[in-house]
Nanobody, 115 residues
C-alpha cells in the first residue's frame, strides 16, 4: 500500500512562493512516476508537474517557468517549488504516485493566492 502525505500549502500573496512536499511510503524510485495535480473549485483535477522514475519531467503549460518538481530519493520525498504565484493557481494540490498502473493519492493541501 502506498501512503502519501502532502504539506506546505497555505495563503500567499500574488507573486509569492510556496514549496509543497510529499512524503511517500517506501522508495520513490520504485514508483513509475510521481506527480502533482491540482483541483480548483468547480474544475476538473489537472496535472501540474510529473517526474518519472527515470527523471523525465513534464509540466502544464500554465506553470512552465514558474514551478519546479524535484525529489529527494533518500527522504522519499517529492517537492513542488512554486514561484511567481498567481490567483489562478489557487486550488487543492494533490500528490500522486503510479505503481504498477495503479494511481495513489494524498489527502491534498490547500494553496490560496491572494490578489
Amino acid at each position: 500500500q502506498v501512503h502519501l502525505v502532502e504539506s506546505g500549502g497555505g495563503l500567499v500573496q500574488a507573486g509569492g512562493s510556496l514549496r509543497l512536499s510529499c512524503a511517500a511510503s517506501g522508495s520513490i524510485l520504485s514508483y513509475n512516476a510521481m506527480a502533482w495535480f491540482r483541483q480548483a473549485p468547480g474544475k476538473q483535477r489537472e496535472l501540474v508537474a510529473r517526474i518519472t522514475n527515470g527523471g523525465s519531467l513534464n509540466y502544464a503549460d500554465s506553470v512552465k517557468g514558474r514551478f519546479t518538481i524535484s525529489r529527494n530519493n533518500a527522504r522519499n520525498t517529492v517537492y513542488l517549488q512554486m514561484n511567481s504565484l498567481k490567483p489562478e493557481d489557487t486550488a487543492v494540490y494533490y500528490c500522486n504516485a503510479v505503481l504498477r498502473l495503479t494511481n495513489y493519492w494524498g489527502q491534498g493541501t490547500q494553496v490560496t493566492v491572494a490578489s
